[in-house]
């Protein structure tokens, strides 16, 4: 499976963006990049996923680099609500990679009210 | 409409024991994912079930086993329970779609320790 390279934490002031980066440098062209997140004491949740172009959900916005070596998880105004585990998970269609979530250590974002 | 939803909430059992965890997907997912979120290990991903058939399978022992039954809830079984496998088993639910972009959604977890 390619690697995903996350800082292990970011802190945020409450209402202000935040930008969590994520770098997969051995990004192959078939592979979609996910974002999940985890809240204290519960399950993992879907965010968003893109394969080239900019996506934008309710939740928050994706931007990935021209190479696709690297993308952004944008949260426009953090909330207390987003303090979570954040993780970058790459995935491709086919392989021993076939549907599963490879999660890797991820960035623990702080929200500061 | 209802999520995942696994049970039991926890579960204590003893070393060399067995122990069987459940999860009851989404209404209309069809496929279902077993994970296991040790300390210090992370989330790693264990078995995938998809219209009753094992698709694939994490880098763990056969003690671990499961099966999916025809409503498409699932059992996740682990033989000769080791201290190691105390942890939060997470179980998620998806529909059959393209793999490399379904969305796979969470439950609760079964935390599960093992003395």
């Known amino acids: 499976d390619a690697k995903t390279t996350q800082p292990n934490s970011m802190e945020s002031n409450e209402e202000e963006p935040v930008h969590l980066p994520c770098n997969h440098s051995?990004?192959?062209?078939?592979?979609?990049i996910h974002w999940y997140r985890q809240l204290p004491s519960q399950g993992p949740e879907y965010v968003i996923h893109g394969l080239t172009s900019n996506v934008n959900n309710r939740m928050a916005s994706l931007a990935i680099a021209e190479d696709r070596k690297s993308s952004t998880l944008i949260l426009h105004r953090a909330t207390l609500r987003d303090a979570a585990v954040y993780y970058c998970i790459l995935r491709r269609a086919g392989g021993t990679s076939y549907g599963k979530l490879t999660f890797g250590q991820g960035t623990i974002l702080t929200v500061h009210p | 409409e209802a999520g995942v939803t696994q049970s039991p909430t926890h579960l204590i059992k003893t070393r060399g024991q067995q122990a069987t965890l459940r999860c009851s997907p989404i209404?209309?997912?069809?496929?279902v994912y077993w994970y296991q979120q040790a300390l210090g290990l992370g989330l790693q991903f264990l078995l995938w079930y998809d219209e009753g058939e094992e698709r694939n399978r994490g880098n763990f022992p056969p003690r671990f086993s499961g099966r999916q039954f025809p409503n498409y809830s699932s059992e996740l079984n682990v033989n000769a329970l080791e201290l190691e496998d105390s942890a939060l088993y997470l179980c998620?639910?998806?529909?059959?779609?393209?793999?490399?972009?379904?969305?796979?959604?969470f439950g609760p977890g079964t935390r599960l320790t093992v003395l």
């Open positions: 209404s209309g997912h069809t496929s």
């Open positions: 998620a639910s998806s529909l059959a779609v393209a793999r490399s972009t379904d969305t796979q959604y």
């Open positions: 051995t990004i192959s062209g078939t592979d979609y």
